[in-house]
Every structure is written in structure tokens, then in C-alpha cells.
């Protein structure tokens, strides 16, 4: 069966992989395409893309964008982005502005209660590179804080934690929004991080999201049990919406998470692009017949 993982990072955010190496890693995994979803920020496309003609693999242009809803964090994958759209540019450069700001405020809280750790920390891994909550518990973790990233992040970087500072976010209508405008396609990710204390309210929230015009949203995902996979499929059906998913692979990042398969038992079939694939012809075609009345009506 041909499989595709639609939820990958690299080193443009908080992955460990280049771009290059990435596409190259998904060439060795035998995926048939992967998309490229850095946190708000499309800096790793162009390269991948380019590795990705050279190697035979598609390449899908996508960001992970952050959202609020319910006083809850929710991430939402764009796939089909146009990269070279300048509204979509310009957010995600005001995003990643915004992201470095809420950073240096954490690293700073986190100082102020006695950890060793400060902006030149930061400052350190280099100019130019989408930086998350993640880099932060690294840094955590090399300095004997926590073991590993889920500690850390659950410890100290977590909603009532010392060094949480709450991110500044796009509204869930000028994510969807956006990201149509940009000729793209989105979806609501790991919709069971949303509230993990109450899973109705997930499974809720993802429908409204829906309903709000979000493409679809992940069924498969690489922490998802069977009773998710079955929640999540049963939304979709409810919704007659597509389905996405993906590994959300981070390299280094994430230690035994693997490209194409997660945890082990991950599967995304190829025909979730193809249903993508005909969605987005199927609104080329209807663009094309608006465009020709609208000529036919001038003359």
C-alpha cells in the first residue's frame, strides 16, 4: 500500500532534520509524498521541495498554525499552500515575530525563578530559525531540569507552570481563512491535545472547527489509540469531511517517533491525497466556471 505522512517538521521550527535531509529520509522510509508543516512558518518548503524533484517524492507546502478556541490551544496543519501568497507571508512573519517575543518572556520567567537560563541561551542557536517550547525544555533538559521533553514541557512550560507565558495566536476563522486564500487546505491536528482532561470537548471543538470551513481533520496520528482513530473517523463521516494525518516527526526532537509509522503502528493511506487532489481540483474547476460567467455577463 502506498503511504504518505502529511505532518513533519524540520530545522526551519523545532525538528531536527533539514529540509534535505527530511525528504531524504522520507525517500529511504518509501513514502510516496510528505508534507513539510513547520510551526508557523514556511522556511523549509523551497529547499524540500527541491529535494524532492531531484529524489522523485512529492513534496506538499504546509505550516502548523496555532489557534485558540475555549481558552484552548489548537494547532491546525495547511497543506497546498501557495508560498509565494503575500498575505499568508506577511502573518507568518508577524507569527514568528510574535513567537520569538513570547520565548524570550518564558526563558526570562524561567530565570526569574531561579533556573539557569537565559536569552543568550536563545540567542545561541542561531538567527533566522523558528524557535518553540520545545528548544526551551532542551535546554532544560541538557541542564539536568528533566529527563526528557514531555517532562519538560508538562514541568515548566506548561499552562500554570514557572515559565508558561501564553502565545499570542491567529482566530480560528483567519487561520481557516488564510489558508483557503492562499489556495490551501486545513485541518484540525492531534484534535485530542486540545483538552486532554475532557475528550468530548475535543471532539466538539473539532467540529465546530469544521463547521466553520476547516478542510477536514487528522484520523490518523502517531499517538492516536484505536478508540481515537475510530473517534476521529466517526467526525469525518458525521462531516463528510477529508481526512489527514502524519507522524508529526521532529527528529531528535521526539525520541522514538519515527517518519511514516510513529510509534510503531501508523499507517496514512495514499488515497487521503487523492481525495485532497480532487477536492482541490474540483474548486480550480468551479473558480474556472465563476470566472467564465462572470466574462460572458461583461460581453
Request: proline share 2%.
Amino acid at each position: 500500500m502506498k503511504i504518505v505522512d502529511l505532518h513533519a517538521h524540520t530545522t526551519a521550527s523545532d525538528g531536527s532534520y533539514t529540509p534535505t535531509e527530511l525528504v531524504g529520509y522520507a525517500k529511504k522510509k518509501g513514502l510516496s509524498a510528505i508534507a513539510i508543516t513547520d510551526h508557523d512558518t514556511i522556511a523549509g518548503v523551497e529547499e524540500a521541495s527541491i529535494e524532492g524533484r531531484k529524489l522523485g517524492i512529492r513534496v506538499i507546502p504546509g505550516a502548523e498554525l496555532s489557534t485558540r478556541m475555549d481558552d484552548c490551544d489548537v494547532h491546525m496543519t495547511s497543506l497546498f499552500i501557495n508560498c509565494k501568497n503575500e498575505q499568508l507571508i506577511k502573518r507568518l512573519d508577524d507569527m514568528a515575530a510574535s513567537r520569538q517575543e513570547r520565548n524570550y518572556k518564558m526563558v526570562d520567567k524561567l530565570h526569574e525563578a531561579g533556573f539557569q537560563i537565559d536569552r543568550s541561551d536563545l540567542d545561541a542557536l542561531g538567527e533566522g530559525k523558528i524557535l518553540a517550547r520545545g528548544h526551551i525544555a532542551q535546554i532544560l533538559i541538557a541542564r539536568g531540569y528533566a529527563t526528557e521533553l514531555k517532562e519538560a514541557l508538562r514541568k515548566y512550560l506548561s499552562k500554570g507552570t514557572p515559565g508558561y507565558v501564553q502565545k499570542e495566536v491567529l482566530s480560528p476563522e483567519e487561520c481557516i481563512q488564510l489558508v483557503h486564500d492562499a489556495g490551501g487546505l486545513i485541518f484540525v491536528a492531534h484534535l485530542h491535545q486540545i483538552d486532554p482532561q475532557d475528550p468530548e470537548h475535543c471532539k466538539n471543538v473539532a467540529r465546530r472547527l469544521i463547521r466553520m470551513g476547516a478542510d477536514g481533520l487528522e484520523t490518523q496520528y502517531c499517538e492516536f489509540d484505536d478508540e481515537w482513530r475510530q473517534a476521529t473517523e466517526q467526525i469525518a463521516q458525521e462531516c463528510g469531511c477529508l481526512r489527514s494525518g502524519g507522524s508529526d516527526f521532529h527528529g531528535a526532537m521526539k525520541k522514538g517517533l519515527d517518519l511514516a509509522c510513529g510509534y510503531g503502528d501508523l499507517q496514512v493511506p495514499y488515497t487521503f491525497l487523492e481525495a485532497m487532489d480532487a477536492e482541490l481540483a474540483r474548486r480550480q474547476n468551479e473558480r474556472q466556471v465563476i470566472k467564465t460567467c462572470k466574462n460572458q455577463t461583461k460581453c
